[in-house]
């Protein structure tokens, strides 16, 4: 009988090996990007393009060629498929030879990882794998992925040949073997091998095709080889790919299938023929050998075998299969395992709810305003080894209801040395009035070396507290976990050493900055005014330990009453929790916020002014504590400062837009569903005066006052606190109308009225407007003909332009210096910045365009980057308003009740090095939105360029 599934995958096999030698030089060498496609008479067309002639296959949203990218990433596809099914066939056979005798630790591992992955879909293992933060956020983590998916296989692998291996050992000629002296190894090459050969060859490509549907499985969940973060919104990141091989290819084209069919379809093609065509190969082979070797087994035996391998193909194999693949039950295990995680998730530890009644209030704001600072000085800036060890979140709770009923002075010292002393042993107390002696330690008998002095150094603060929180994030909160992931490598907190032989740093833990305090060096401050502290800057370390008299006892006490305390499932409503909140909030951004050299505000007034609001006979509900929040750190002059929560994450929006003018909400762009018509005065929203509300939200943002009016709008519109509707009262044509909407919107109302997805349009007289949102490089190839071009900077953008800036210019083009501050000291400046300006040298032709820029308060951050690299360098007319003024990298501190606070963490510059925070990018030509214009749903300020550029273009 012909050997059809052979013939067959060998020639699927050829031609794919074919078009991996040979193939590329049948398509573009280069997989450049072309959005958009110009034509005769003006006329242009957006990608995708459907399948034609030029693209027999389409191409993707980009403009790249689908069939140029099967042709050059099948050969990364194959290379990776068979690199997993290597590594899986080389861990498997010498686990199942070793554990060929069924028992022992070989045995175990293959028996725990057969049973593990039949039972666990192995799409959801790898996902629950790669989702820890240690593999998704490590430096090696392709070759991780790549392990955890040979693992997966290595179960199902080891058990198939371990009980080959059995099988064949009972045979007479094994035993004849041995009868002749053979030891194991020469068993195992001379008898085992030979006779199991043909059973590693067909199985190697079955397993590859497994291997191969289960990537195209992970990279539909957004799991790929080799990755990229890419901005989305202020804060907002996803992951995604960074390579063209197929696997990547499918995952891209999920959202394009409604309008661009071909784009999904043709990668899922490919993939479909490259499991077509292992499984082939496999059974072919299989079938070969097996008929072959038939011939030579008892007819009985052969019988049998047949019949066990038709169970085990017909009956069993097939509906396993199945149900692994089946959504639904995948969806159910998920779900499964969800609720399994959250019903374990039970708090052992709660605060006691409220504070201590019977202790009046100038004595609670007394013993908080303690806690606090000694809290910030010991966490921050004490370098021993507990500090390095405490879950800094969990040791708030504890010790804000500690010491939150402290009676007196006496007792609140005797509270605050029981739980910072196991932590801080050197830390000393004393009252205010009371004479003490200064630290002066006697280091000589220790100058070898075997001692050094630890310190600690920062280049902003790494929060390790958050990373406890990853494992209980939900999916709506995937913002949080990146950030969490990537901040964790943009933050350094590192504690260094210096010899006391040769005063230099020690090679095992290189310092962050050259810097070092003096051995001396302590912290003398006073907490609140009835108590001080003395607690050195400097310990001395003994192989890396500053437990250099044994183990602390008192500390292992501690932490076994830490562990108990859930800070996730903290109740936010508490009055423990919201202080213990704002202590953790209020000393990392005063130690850790850059900009103090500018901002005019005195925290310790502010911290004492939240505390009050928090105090008895007060009791505010959880909206409430985060406006106690925002009025803490609103003199920061901070755009970045945002309060984030579940509900921040998933929040709606209203189906418009509104402005003020002349003291009014005036209603100025729709949704298409939207009651409201633009035009409308809103009077009331839910019971409450539209303007009063927007007002008093403006005195809760921080940052400049243009982007505080910005901020204080879209929450007009944003459903931050889960209302889920609201009610308002409208004047509209003389009348007044009463309306309710809901929160439905996932993004809010454009207030420019610019299409989602327009990245381009021509507006005459060879001017053509961009949106940054949907810029690409190549567009300016596209412009060679242009004479003009006009930059929308309005808004957050959702792409990187940083490309275009090798091609603006004939000179070096320089971003914003960010600058990342060096802290070592409690209460100064910081030592230093890390210096980070990026430049860009011409590349290619460049062009030379007219171009302007258009901004406003609502450019924030990363825009504020491309804005001010547009000004500072020369290359753009800036048209519009002041931008937010607040740049830099962020830093999110992730508190007990799953709250969060984000905060500039970075120092940002204008080009030229000068003061960028409060200022913004300034415009050349101001240009503002009159209120007749919005109504007429006119873009003043673009209306403002075209009129200037086609000026330029004349006078040229």
Known sequence: MKNWYLRIGVLLAILLGSTMIVGSNFVKTELQPERLRFYDGGEF?????????????????????????????????????????????????????????????????????????????????????????????????????????????????????????????????????????????????????????????????????????????????????????????????????????????????????????????????AIAILIITFQLLGEGL???????????????????????????????????????????????????????????TIPVFTPASGTNSWVDKERQLANVTAFANLYGYVRFFH?????????????????????????????????????????????????????????????????????????????????????????????????????ILGLNQSYKSKRVYNSFSNGKFSIWALPLFNHFPNEKDVIEEPINQELKIQLPLTLVSYQKSTDVDGENQEFLALQNQLKKIDVFSEDTMDPIVQLSNVVIVWNIVKYFYPHYEIVDVDMNQQLNNAIKELLPPNYVNYVQFKHVLERMLRPLNDGHINITDKQYHTSKYLPFWADVFDGEVVVTAVSEDSPFKVGDVIVERSGESAIEWINDVIKLESGTQHYREFAALKRFVRDLDGRKEESFTLKRDGQQLKIKATYHLSSMVDRFHRSPGEGYKYLGNDIYYVNIDYFTEVALEEFQHAKGIVFDFRGYPATDISALFHK???????????????????????????????RYDPKGETFTRKIVALIDGSCISACETYAETFKGNGLATMIGGPTAGTNGAINLIKLPGNMGVWFTAMQALNVDWSQHHMIGVQPDIIVERTREGALEGRDEQLEAAVEYLKREIDED
């Open 45 to 269: 067309e957006k990608a995708p393009f459907p399948p034609s002639a030029e693209n027999p296959l389409g191409t993707d949203a980009d403009g790249i060629d689908i069939f140029s990218v099967l042709i050059h990433g099948l050969d990364d596809t194959v290379r990776i498929i068979l690199l997993i099914t290597i590594m899986t066939f080389l861990m498997a056979i010498p686990l199942a030879f070793l554990a060929s005798n069924q028992q022992g630790l070989a045995h175990w591992i293959i028996q725990g990882l057969s049973y593990l992955f039949s039972s666990l879909p192995p799409i959801l293992a790898v996902v629950l794998i790669l989702s820890t933060p240690y593999v998704d956020s490590s430096p090696i983590r392709k070759e991780l992925m790549i392990l955890t998916i040979a693992i997966v296989g290595v179960g199902r692998v080891g058990y198939l040949f371990q009980q080959q291996i059995v099988q064949l050992s009972r045979k007479e000629y094994m035993h004849a073997g041995l009868i002749l002296g053979n030891n194991p190894f020469q068993m195992y090459i001379r008898h085992y091998l030979p006779n199991l050969w043909p059973s590693f060859m067909s199985n190697f490509f079955l397993e590859a095709g497994r291997v191969t549907l289960l990537a195209g499985q992970l990279a539909l969940f957004s799991y790929f080889f080799k990755q990229k973060l890419v901005i989305k919104d202020v804060g907002d990141y996803e992951w995604q790919s960074a390579d063209f091989d197929w696997l990547s290819f499918l995952a891209s084209g999920r959202t394009e299938i409604i309008h661009a069919f071909w784009i999904p379809l043709f990668p899922a093609l």
């Open 383 to 483: 370098p021993s080894d507990e500090v390095e060890e405490v879950d800094w979140n969990q040791f708030a709770l504890y010790g804000m209801e500690k010491v939150n009923g402290s009676k007196n002075e006496q007792e609140l010292k005797e509270n605050l040395e029981e739980i910072f002393q196991p932590i801080a042993p050197t830390l000393k107390i004393y009252r205010t009035d009371e004479e003490y002696d200064r630290y002066v330690p006697d280091y000589k008998k220790l100058r070898d070396s075997a001692y050094e002095l630890v310190v600690w150094q920062y280049e902003g603060v790494k929060i390790k507290e958050n990373l406890s929180f990853l494992p209980l994030l939900t999916e709506e909160e995937m913002q949080d976990k990146l950030l």
């Open 808 to 838: 603006l210019s004939e000179e070096i083009v320089y971003t914003m210096p960010i600058n990342v501050p060096q802290i070592m000291y409690p209460n100064k400046h910081p030592v230093g910045f890390q210096e980070n300006q990026g």
């Open 286 to 344: 299989r079938l070969k050998f097996h008929t072959k070797s038939a011939k030579q087994q008892n007819g009985f035996l052969y019988r049998a075998q047949l019949i066990f391998e038709g169970l085990w193909f017909d009956y069993i194999r097939g509906p396993l299969i199945k149900i692994a693949k089946n959504p639904m039950v995948l969806s159910l295990v998920c779900l499964f395992i969800l609720i399994s995680n959250s019903s374990q």
